[in-house]
């Protein structure tokens, strides 16, 4: 039953319906094409051909890849003024400013490696000078700095002599060990004795391979030289000029 009454509801379509929907279409394509009107500039479609899907290839170059809608000014504003967990603290902050600070960073550096300096100094001091216990102690620093700075500068001038000393000593000793074995070896046969340069040189005897005795021995004229044999020889110019 439902299916009869569909069919009876349904328009039918006659033979003349159609012959007279023939005879138009035949009469529009005999007569003129449609011409559309010429636009006064160009518009784009708003829909390309084909759908394309955003990817970091064809992102505009320059500009960050966003895979979600695109941050609008404000966004961005408002994500340089927020704190992330486990991120670099934003702009404008202390925090930020204490991080990026140069001068904050060379004047912890090297207050840790004066500080690092003075402890090692100050052991080492400690350790090896017979003057140690004459420092005066770090609390004394705070109540009265200036003279204890004094006192431990003339500690480290009374370490400083002792050092200087004890070095002297030191080379008097070496030297004099050097002496005693060339003496010995000089009297048991073991090396000649050398005889001082004084004692060669007679009164009156001018030394030929001292510099102060060229002058004495003969002046030499302009335009020569001595060579390191002693001899004259005419000074070369080349170009007459040197």
Known sequence: M???LRRQAQPQRTFS?????LKKA???SNSKPRVLEKPDKFRPPSHPQRYVAPSPQNAPPGQPFE???????KQIEEQNTKQYP???????????KFLTSKWI????????LTTLATFTFTTNFKATSPFAHLLPSWSELLTSPFSTIGRAFSVW?????HESMRVRE???????DAEKRKAYRVAHGLEEEEVKKDEEVKEGEVDVQSPVAAEGVGAVAEGEFVDWEGKKRPVKKWFGIW
């Open 86 to 96: 486990n991120m670099f603290p934003p702009e404008g902050t202390v925090m930020h």
């Open 17 to 21: 319906t159609t012959r007279t929907a």
């Open 67 to 73: 895979y979600g809608p695109r941050t609008t000014p």
């Open 26 to 28: 035949n009469a529009n």
């Open 105 to 112: 960073h060379i004047w912890i550096a090297m207050s840790i």
């Open 2 to 4: 439902l299916r009869t």
């Open 170 to 176: 030191q080379r008097h000793r070496r030297v004099e």
């Open 157 to 161: 001038r009374m370490h400083v002599q």
